[in-house]
């Protein structure tokens, strides 16, 4: 069992930068792939970024790319994801998510932190 608490959302305007953490329990950290989903108002969940176990192998959606960044510390159970450059359609709830091999789908959600870009 995994449990994930995310946090650093909040109110910032059209091109600032702000970096979301989510702090995972367990002992076995190391070992899930980890990822970052997000949800504007209205509209479906959508992946944003993805980092693998060991290789820290990383796969981010064209809308984020060059402006986002994920990155984890197996050693404290961290995922970060730096955002800068942040537009208004940034806007949503940030989720940070966990698969356990084979790394088919996702087993453990957070709820989330509220990110909010004004223009």
């Known amino acids: 069992q995994v449990t994930l608490l995310e946090s650093g959302g909040g109110l910032v305007q059209a091109g600032d930068s702000l970096r979301l953490s989510c702090a995972a329990s367990?002992?076995?950290?190391?070992?899930?792939?980890m990822a970052w989903f997000r949800q504007a108002p209205g509209k479906e969940r959508e992946f944003v970024a993805r980092?693998?176990?060991?290789?820290?192998?990383?796969l981010y959606a064209d809308s984020v790319k060059g402006r986002f960044a994920i990155s984890r510390d197996n050693a404290k159970n961290l995922l970060w994801l730096q955002m800068d450059n942040l537009k208004p359609e940034d806007t949503a709830v940030y989720y940070c998510?966990?698969?356990?091999?084979?790394?088919?789908?996702?087993?453990?959600w957070g709820h989330g932190t509220h990110v909010t870009v004004s223009s």
């Open positions: 980092i693998m176990t060991s290789t820290g192998s990383s």
């Open positions: 998510a966990a698969s356990r091999p084979p790394w088919e789908r996702y087993d453990y």
């Open positions: 367990g002992r076995t950290f190391s070992g899930y792939a």
